[in-house]
């Protein structure tokens, strides 16, 4: 059964600006992996942007619900890091293009788009928040915090779209919540 033409022209964007950059995926090579004319692409999107920009924002809202779960529980610390990063690298396993999409690749999006851009971090803030309740937690600032995690997290996804690393991402979470956690230099 053939995706709906919106989905197979999001799905082609996606693809292309994962592998290529933003810059290096045209809308006329958007439309030949899409198998629709460039006319059709522009029935369905008003331009390039807005078509990188709707599938960003379908991306955000399909990655955000299991992490506004996880920033809402009522478990540890500890165990809402080890959720956060095993949700995000099974989705990185499962939809690695996605992921690069949306998390890897730098996107110049208006500020009207902030709330979406922001939707993640501000979750994660609000999860590494928590660490204040660690009187002995190693964490000058929030955003130095959030920094500081997602740069640790990140680098597993990105080394595995170098070559560096073997997949699957997941087999990295414990080692990798385990640096989180020594970072911020708290004593179990």
Known sequence: MRKNKKGEIIAATVQLVAQRGVNG??????????????GALYRHFTSKEDL???????????MIAAKEEIAASRASTKAKFEDWVRVSYEYFDRYPDAFTYVVLIPHDFPRDLEHVITRQSNLLSQVISELSNFPDAAMRSLEIGVCHFTGVMLNVPRLINEGVLEGPAMRYTDEVVGAIWRMFAIEE
């Open 25 to 38: 995926a045209s809308i006329r090579r958007i439309a030949e992996v899409a198998g629709v004319t460039e």
């Open 52 to 62: 990188c920009q709707q599938a960003y924002c379908h991306i955000v809202s399909d």
